[in-house]
């Protein structure tokens, strides 16, 4: 007998600032059935914004895919010249643990405090971290 927890995808919000930032913030798991989705708002952000900030603090999982979304993200701002920011402030372990082992958190602008992701995310052009 095999016992196996529903996985249920999570949510992904969207909110355009004052600023002309474009937060989008995942809630919950992501992966592949999530991805998709993410990528094709991250798009339409992209081409219709100051700036992309991705929130990931109440995001508990992510996976691969998601990072795949996330690297797209950064590299499409730097080619539109905008933007890019991820925040990862009282974020779940599981989530910055695959940050830390991938490398990302010191690679992307990941900020702990949501307001200087929004201050990078509406500065310009994307920075390293």
Do not use: K
């Given at each position: 007998m095999s016992i196996l927890a529903a996985v249920h995808p999570g949510e992904i919000g969207l909110e355009r600032k004052e600023s002309g930032v474009v937060v989008l913030t995942l809630t919950g798991e992501h992966d592949?059935?999530?991805?998709?989705v993410l990528r094709e708002q991250m798009e339409s952000a992209v081409t219709?914004?100051?700036?992309?900030?991705?929130?990931?603090?109440?995001?508990?999982f992510i996976d691969s895919s998601i990072i795949g979304v996330v690297l797209e993200a950064r590299r499409r701002t730097e080619e539109a010249g905008i933007g890019f920011a991820a925040a990862l402030h009282d974020g779940q372990p599981a989530v910055r643990r695959v940050?830390?082992?991938?490398?990302l958190d010191s690679n992307l602008p990941v900020h702990a405090d949501l307001d200087a992701a929004l201050v990078q995310a509406g500065a310009g052009q994307a920075g390293g971290g």
């Open positions: 592949l059935t999530t991805a998709p219709d914004s100051s700036g992309v900030l991705i929130d990931l603090s109440a995001a508990e940050l830390e082992v991938t490398g």
